[in-house]
C-alpha cells in the first residue's frame, strides 16, 4: 500500500546544501526506524546513511557524520535529510524508506538524484 517518493535533490557545488525530503502515500507505522540510503555511481548496492527511529534517536554513517541530519514528523508522514558541505562524493541517488531487523520494509521508490560538482 504505501509507495514512497523521494525529492529536493539537484545539482550542487562542493560545499553547497541541500534538504531532501521522503513522503509515503500510505501511513508510515510510527514503531518503525526510518532511514535514507545512497547508490553511487560506482556502487551496485544502496549504502545505509543515516537512520532515526520511532523515538527520534539518529545514527549516522561515518562518511557523513557531522554534515548531515535526519528527521521525521509522524504527523506528515514524512522524513527528511539536511545536507550540508557536500562534498563530490557525496554524489549518488538517495532513496528512503522504513527499516526492520536490518532489511527495507517497503518497495523502494525511484530515488532522487544529488550531484555534487564544480
Known amino acids: 500500500q504505501v509507495q514512497l517518493v523521494e525529492s529536493g535533490g539537484g545539482s550542487v557545488q562542493p560545499g553547497g546544501s541541500l534538504k531532501l525530503a521522503c513522503s509515503a502515500s500510505g501511513k508510515i507505522a510510527s514503531s518503525y526506524t526510518m532511514a535514507w540510503y545512497r547508490q553511487t555511481p560506482e556502487s551496485e548496492k544502496r549504502e545505509l546513511v543515516a537512520?532515526?527511529?520511532?523515538?527520534?534517536?539518529?545514527n549516522y554513517a561515518d562518511f557523513v557524520q557531522g554534515r548531515f541530519l535526519i528527521s521525521r514528523d509522524n504527523d506528515r508522514n514524512a522524513i527528511y535529510l539536511e545536507m550540508t558541505s557536500l562534498k563530490p562524493e557525496d554524489t549518488a541517488v538517495y532513496y528512503c524508506n522504513a527499516q526492520w531487523f536490518a532489511s527495507q520494509v517497503y518497495p523502494w521508490g525511484r530515488g532522487t538524484r544529488v550531484t555534487v560538482s564544480s
Open positions: 537512520t532515526v527511529t520511532s523515538g527520534k534517536m539518529t
